[in-house]
């Protein structure tokens, strides 16, 4: 008896569904009859271009005249450039560090822990050095110093297998 029952409820679902279907594709076909076609699109703007003269006399192509422009002295300018680069010589003498980027291994409060894990990139990847930094509240383990992020996206990728933590920060780097 349950069983006849949920064979018919069965029967009543998908009877509804297949009403609800053919309803669904009778309202929809009209409206797909009917759309827009792709038609190209056409819009005269003449009216908004500048408009433009041309000279009477016009020139033949066999002929190309070089224009020279005027020539101005440049001991005054020559002055002024060299005031700047100076100046700017000057401010690199001065200046001893440059912005730059290292790859950081481990950052955190336990000294053992950043110890063992210097150790643990001399064993596993000896031609990189580690740098053990304190800077308080933490201890810093850092490998090398690139100018660029792109310089350090090598030796990151080899990080990245030993140190899953391992990622590239910026820093102050010293040039002389």
Not at 58 to 76: C, F, G, L, R, Y
Not at 112 to 119: F, I, N, P, T
């Amino acid at each position: 008896m349950k069983k006849m029952k949920a064979e018919k409820k069965d029967q009543n679902t998908k009877s509804k569904f297949i009403t609800c279907l053919i309803l669904t594709s009778l309202f929809s076909i009209p409206v797909l009859l009917f759309a827009q076609k792709n038609k190209p699109y056409h819009e005269d703007l003449s009216k908004w271009r500048p408009k433009v003269e041309v000279a009477a006399e016009t020139k033949s192509h066999d002929s190309i005249e070089i224009a020279k422009p005027n020539v101005v002295p440049t001991q005054m300018i020559n002055a002024k450039v060299d005031a700047v680069l100076d100046s700017i010589d000057q401010f690199n003498r001065l200046n001893k560090f440059i912005d730059g980027y290292t790859i950081q291994i481990y950052s955190g409060q336990k000294r053992g822990e950043a110890m063992d894990l210097k150790k643990k990139l001399q064993e596993e990847i000896p031609d990189l050095t580690g740098n053990l930094l304190y800077q308080q509240p933490k201890f810093r383990v850092t490998v090398g110093k690139y100018f660029t992020k792109v310089e350090a996206q090598p030796d990151l990728l080899r990080l990245k297998r030993k140190f899953t933590a391992a990622i590239i920060v910026p820093e102050k780097i010293q040039i002389r």
